[in-house]
């Protein structure tokens, strides 16, 4: 028998599977209350207006839309995003912006064109397991920054770069997801986002704010990006992601970034190789979509409809949860942080948590890059319903209670 192992590269090996997809078959059974999978309700997705919109463009400009595009992202979509940036304090020239197939896929072209192994990449405790998968692809070392309840820790961070640069090691970029974090929820206070910019700045470190949660903000304002602070005292080392997956769909693999010109002529090329333009019916759909009026007026709604369900959880956890087990209290986003007493284990109490009640919920140690976290896990309320979060969040109460 052909043995294959010996085929596979550095970069290969280095892979490890989603904690998410390996739990699966259990999350998926029927009757589940689910708490696990950080997707988009499909409540939320706009089916009826993208149903028309396609007929219109189909019946317009079906030979455009099914050829292959520009790999930088079709021109009129590119001009588009300058002025939705721009609404969001961000500016953003066309030579700066290039449209992906997804913000994952803009994640591993960056780690593709920046990252040599034995790079450093600086990551948030706990971090977002599809931008570490990654970093650890391009057999790059992670090393964690902790955070609290405010963000990243400024002193953590200063401390952790003097002590990599004492040692000689060369630290590349620090990845942040300043916004309703995955799998926090966790938002950097602005205080602290110009604390982590000025020591970014003062040791020649690239920042990349991966905001896809940014727009889903439920009360007050937006949160200023890091890449529009940063423009302020004439910086241009933040390289800015976000998608539309969370209010539009995720089947519509359309995502874009901002980034210093020389940085966007490499992921161009990178990109050519990789799959040579994102798909010009995505793009066109979107493009059409904002273009019509629809994305503010939807995405009002569907702030909405993830504050409802904050809300519900939130309510929930305070009626129910034991004092001994603490939460984040997210303002956005998809997702509250737990943190049980130490001691015990999530992982496999996410296992018996599922077959036994049915409430599923994913265990928190893979979101960490050294091997803390084994107390913690991730809920999201993306999916279910007041009346299930109520019952879910319930019966895991009184399941914890009785591990303590």
């Given at each position: 028998?052909?043995?294959?192992?010996?085929?596979?590269?550095?970069?290969?090996?280095?892979?490890?599977?989603?904690?998410?997809?390996?739990m699966?078959?259990?999350?998926?059974?029927?009757?589940?209350?689910?708490?696990?999978?950080?997707?988009?309700?499909?409540?939320?997705?706009?089916?009826?207006?993208?149903?028309r919109?396609?007929?219109?463009?189909?019946?317009?400009?079906?030979?455009?839309?099914?050829?292959?595009?520009?790999?930088?992202?079709?021109?009129?979509?590119?001009?588009?995003?300058?002025?939705?940036?721009?609404?969001?304090?961000?500016?953003?020239?066309?030579?700066?912006?290039?449209?992906?197939?997804?913000?994952?896929?803009?994640?591993?072209?960056?780690?593709?064109?920046?990252?040599?192994?034995?790079?450093?990449?600086?990551?948030?405790?706990?971090?977002?397991?599809g931008?570490?998968?990654?970093f650890?692809?391009?057999?790059?070392?992670?090393?964690?920054?902790?955070?609290?309840?405010?963000?990243?820790?400024p002193?953590?961070?200063?401390?952790?770069?003097?002590?990599?640069?004492?040692?000689?090691?060369?630290?590349?970029?620090?990845?942040?997801?300043?916004?309703?974090?995955?799998?926090?929820?966790?938002?950097?206070?602005?205080?602290?986002?110009?604390?982590?910019?000025?020591?970014?700045r003062?040791?020649?470190?690239?920042?990349?704010?991966?905001?896809?949660?940014?727009?889903?903000?439920?009360?007050?304002?937006?949160?200023?990006?890091?890449?529009?602070?940063?423009?302020?005292?004439?910086?241009?080392?933040?390289v800015?992601?976000?998608?539309?997956?969370?209010?539009?769909?995720?089947?519509?693999?359309?995502?874009?970034m901002?980034?210093?010109?020389?940085?966007?002529?490499?992921?161009?090329l990178?990109?050519?190789?990789?799959?040579?333009?994102?798909?010009?019916?995505?793009?066109?759909?979107?493009?059409?979509?904002?273009?019509r009026?629809?994305?503010?007026?939807?995405?009002?709604?569907?702030?909405?409809f993830?504050?409802?369900?904050?809300?519900?959880?939130?309510?929930?956890?305070?009626?129910?949860?034991?004092?001994?087990?603490?939460?984040?209290r997210?303002?956005?986003?998809?997702?509250?942080?737990?943190?049980?007493?130490?001691?015990?284990?999530?992982?496999?109490?996410?296992?018996?948590?599922?077959?036994?009640?049915?409430?599923?919920?994913?265990?928190?140690?893979?979101?960490?890059?050294?091997?803390?976290?084994?107390?913690?896990?991730?809920?999201?309320?993306?999916?279910?319903?007041?009346?299930?979060?109520?019952?879910?969040?319930r019966?895991?109460?009184?399941?914890?209670?009785?591990?303590?």
């Amino acid at each position: 028998m052909t043995d294959f192992d010996r085929f596979f590269s550095r970069g290969a090996r280095a892979m490890q599977p989603s904690p998410i997809r390996r739990m699966a078959g259990l999350i998926n059974q029927p009757g589940v209350i689910s708490f696990a999978g950080g997707v988009p309700n499909p409540a939320t997705f706009p089916d009826a207006d993208l149903k028309r919109i396609m007929d219109d463009i189909v019946e317009t400009d079906g030979y455009q839309i099914f050829q292959y595009g520009v790999t930088r992202g079709l021109e009129a979509f590119r001009q588009q995003l300058v002025t939705m940036l721009a609404g969001r304090g961000i500016r953003a020239a066309d030579e700066e912006l290039m449209v992906t197939s997804g913000s994952q896929q803009g994640l591993e072209l960056l780690s593709r064109v920046l990252l040599d192994p034995g790079d450093v990449v600086l990551v948030e405790l706990p971090s977002y397991i599809g931008a570490l998968a990654c970093f650890r692809n391009t057999l790059a070392e992670m090393v964690g920054v902790a955070q609290d309840a405010d963000g990243i820790v400024p002193e953590e961070l200063e401390r952790t770069i003097t002590a990599l640069r004492s040692a000689g090691r060369t630290i590349k970029l620090l990845y942040v997801i300043p916004n309703f974090q995955n799998p926090s929820g966790i938002t950097i206070t602005p205080a602290r986002r110009a604390a982590v910019l000025e020591l970014a700045r003062a040791h020649g470190i690239l920042v990349v704010e991966d905001d896809p949660y940014g727009e889903l903000y439920f009360p007050g304002v937006a949160p200023e990006s890091l890449r529009a602070m940063r423009a302020l005292s004439g910086g241009e080392d933040v390289v800015y992601l976000s998608s539309f997956s969370k209010v539009v769909s995720p089947g519509l693999r359309t995502a874009f970034m901002a980034a210093p010109p020389p940085v966007i002529r490499m992921l161009e090329l990178a990109k050519q190789a990789a799959d040579l333009c994102t798909s010009s019916l995505d793009q066109r759909l979107v493009y059409e979509y904002c273009k019509r009026g629809l994305y503010d007026r939807h995405l009002a709604e569907v702030r909405r409809f993830y504050a409802a369900k904050c809300e519900a959880m939130l309510a929930a956890l305070d009626r129910h949860m034991p004092a001994e087990i603490a939460w984040t209290r997210p303002r956005g986003g998809m997702f509250v942080w737990l943190t049980l007493p130490a001691g015990l284990d999530a992982e496999p109490l996410a296992v018996e948590a599922v077959q036994t009640l049915k409430v599923a919920f994913i265990h928190g140690a893979p979101f960490f890059v050294n091997g803390a976290g084994r107390n913690t896990l991730r809920l999201t309320f993306a999916k279910e319903d007041a009346a299930k979060i109520e019952e879910g969040i319930r019966l895991l109460a009184g399941f914890f209670k009785s591990k303590l």
